[in-house]
């Protein structure tokens, strides 16, 4: 997995480590909607305390193109500092001795079989990888990818640009030109997807039930208290589920229905980072149909599995 340090980032890889019928052999975190330092220290608390000690989290050096707003990057610095992360003096999880995209590229290099890539903010490191190893395609089993918008009612609305993009393709467009220019197979998941599964008052009111009970279900309220004044109001200012259905989706495939779609991704003027439709463009699946209530019941299973409720 490689990440960008955001609230839904952060528990989306708490998903993932949870998730029996998968081996997580790798973190990247890249400081695009976040602050470095902290996004790197949450990540290694959290692979110690819920249990994935082994996985090396590595730093990437990538530099964006489009900085995210300050306001959101330091949602990582209030997660790290939660005490439930925080209860312990020692951190055990190994740091990569390289940055992410050589770790990255060392990581699908070095496994038996192929491996599946998620990425839940930019390609930057995906891209990266690419230039030191250009084969590393046939590493990869497919790349599951949250970023992008083909409607055009993107969520970056920034002087100097029209509203068509989605961020993670906007913080760094020519990666995701690089990317689509590989044989990785893609599995996109759009803001048209992760409209389907918005952080409602009624979902966290419902886990704020099993907090007693479960450290992830308290850790995962805890993390969406910081986000509370997005949470289901407005159609501006809502928060989605948009990392957390993208990772739920390598756990269980039959949560949403893919469409092929070819496209490209504008990499300047005022639809940078827009991806749009073109017969000229790369086949990828995108994410349409979400079976919403089935992935609230998933991710509060994987959540609470050790309680049976
Ligand atoms: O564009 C969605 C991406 C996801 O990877 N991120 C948040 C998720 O981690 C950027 C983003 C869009 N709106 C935001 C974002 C908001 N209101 N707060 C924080 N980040
Ligand atoms: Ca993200």
Redesign the pocket.
């Known amino acids: 997995m490689n990440h960008?340090g955001?609230v839904?980032?952060l528990v989306g890889l708490l998903l993932l480590l949870k998730m029996q019928d998968i081996e997580l052999i790798g973190v990247g975190v890249t400081p695009a909607?976040c602050y470095l330092q902290p996004a790197v220290d949450a990540t290694r608390k959290i692979l110690h305390i819920f249990g994935a000690t082994g996985c090396e989290v590595a730093a990437s050096c990538a530099r964006g193109k489009n900085p995210f707003p300050k306001s959101?990057r330091q949602h990582a610095f209030y997660v790290d500092a939660l005490p439930i992360l925080n209860e312990r003096a020692e951190v055990h999880t190994p740091i990569a001795s390289v940055p992410a995209h050589e770790h990255l590229a060392h990581m699908l290099r070095q496994s038996d079989g192929k491996v599946t890539v998620v990425f839940?903010?930019p390609l930057t490191d995906l891209a990266a990888a690419l230039t030191i190893d250009p084969d590393l395609a046939e590493c990869i089993e497919e790349l599951v990818w949250?970023g992008g918008c083909l409607d055009g009612d993107g969520?970056v609305h920034e002087p100097g640009f029209d509203g068509t993009a989605?961020?993670?393709a906007f913080w760094d467009p020519d990666a995701v030109s690089r990317v689509w220019q590989s044989d990785i197979p893609i599995v996109m998941f759009p803001l048209e997807a992760t409209r389907n599964v918005p952080v409602t008052r009624s979902i966290l009111r419902s886990w704020a039930q099993l907090r007693s009970c479960s450290r992830e279900m308290e850790f995962v309220g805890q993390c969406y208290a910081i986000c509370a004044p997005?949470c289901e109001f407005g159609p501006d200012t809502v928060?989605y589920f948009?990392?957390v259905l993208t990772v739920a989706y390598v756990g269980r495939p039959s949560l949403v229905e893919l469409t092929p779609v070819q496209c490209i991704v504008h990499t300047d003027g005022p639809s940078e980072g827009r991806i749009a439709e073109s017969t000229y463009g790369k086949m990828v699946q995108v994410a349409k149909a979400v079976r919403a209530d089935k992935f609230y019941q998933y991710i509060t299973g994987v959540l609470t599995s050790h309680i049976n409720v």
């Open positions: 960008d955001g839904d980032d909607d959101w839940t903010g949250m969520n989605e961020w993670n997005f928060y948009w990392d």
